[in-house]
């Protein structure tokens, strides 16, 4: 299965705030939309970082509470691990879990189109496995 089938189902939208924007902010907005990271954008399309759960807890340790008066720029990460629409969860699985990151932006023709989480990605290849299981079954038994 490719990322491509993952944005089909549960769609494009990537919630993306400006570098400029204070942390305090960017938290707010995590926690209405119920996600672990955003994008950092100047234009909703093109990637300046990524800021997740663990960036914040990193610069609460580091800054204390003055954390909450900083910029998403500040903070985020600036080097972003993306995928594409044609790669495979399998692929997207192993570059998450050995980066040890959680989120995939997913770029196509340089363009911000998706974001894939690793439950996204746990709960298709579940999906995957569940079906392989069920057609192996279903051979078996009509062979017996």
Do not use: F, W
């Not at 970082?49 to 807890?57: A, C, Q, T, V």
């Not at 932006?105 to 392989?132: F, Q, T, Y």
């Amino acid at each position: 299965m490719k990322v491509d089938a993952i944005l089909k189902e549960k769609g494009g939208r990537v919630v993306t705030v400006r570098p400029d924007t204070s942390i305090d902010t960017v938290i707010r907005r995590m926690k209405l939309d119920r996600i672990g990271a955003v994008v950092v954008s100047a234009d909703g399309e093109t990637i300046a970082g990524i800021l997740s759960e663990r960036d914040i807890l990193y610069g609460l340790v580091e800054h204390g509470v003055a954390l909450l008066g900083l910029k998403a720029a500040d903070v985020m990460t600036h080097e972003v691990l993306t995928c594409s629409r044609e790669d495979s969860v399998q692929s997207i699985m192993h570059r998450m879990t050995h980066r040890r990151v959680r989120h995939l932006p997913v770029i196509e023709n340089g363009r911000l189109c998706g974001m894939i989480s690793i439950g996204d990605a746990v709960k298709h290849r579940l999906g995957e496995v569940e079906l392989e299981a069920n057609m192996l079954r279903d051979a078996y038994l009509a062979v017996r």
